[in-house]
């Protein structure tokens, strides 16, 4: 059984910055890439940021470069999501994924989380 449960979103002004984490437990090894996606309110869900957990071949949207850093700590089965910078935007529900392809796809993931809203006010 695999668990990934994700914290640290809120409210926070346009320009601000928010860290997410991600905690995983359970059989990590099936987990091999993590990935942040989110979903606004009418939208479909988009990706956002990938990476190995060693770190390695991080990647990320267009509209996050430059802004969101991903990360990984291995000792601590966490993944986080340090976002600058912030834009309304960015108001979204940010999910934590795990799995196996090195794909922006989200239905190449197969454990998500339950989601952490992030709202940027103007």
């Known amino acids: 059984q695999v668990q990934l449960v994700e914290s640290g979103g809120g409210l926070v002004q346009a320009g601000g910055s928010l860290r997410l984490s991600c905690a995983a437990s359970?059989?990590?090894?099936?987990?091999?890439?993590m990935g942040w996606f989110r979903q606004a309110p009418g939208k479909e869900r988009e990706f956002v940021a990938r990476t190995f957990w060693s770190g390695v071949l991080t990647y990320y949207a267009d509209s996050v470069k430059g802004r969101f850093t991903i990360s990984t700590d291995n000792a601590k089965n966490t993944v986080f999501l340090q976002m600058n910078s912030l834009k309304p935007e960015d108001t979204a529900v940010y999910f934590c994924?795990?799995?196996?392809?090195?794909?922006?796809?989200?239905?190449?993931?197969?454990?998500w989380g339950q989601g952490t809203q992030v709202t940027v006010s103007s």
């Open positions: 359970g059989r990590t090894s099936n987990m091999v890439i």
């Open positions: 994924a795990g799995g196996l392809a090195l794909s922006v796809d989200p239905t190449n993931y197969n454990y």
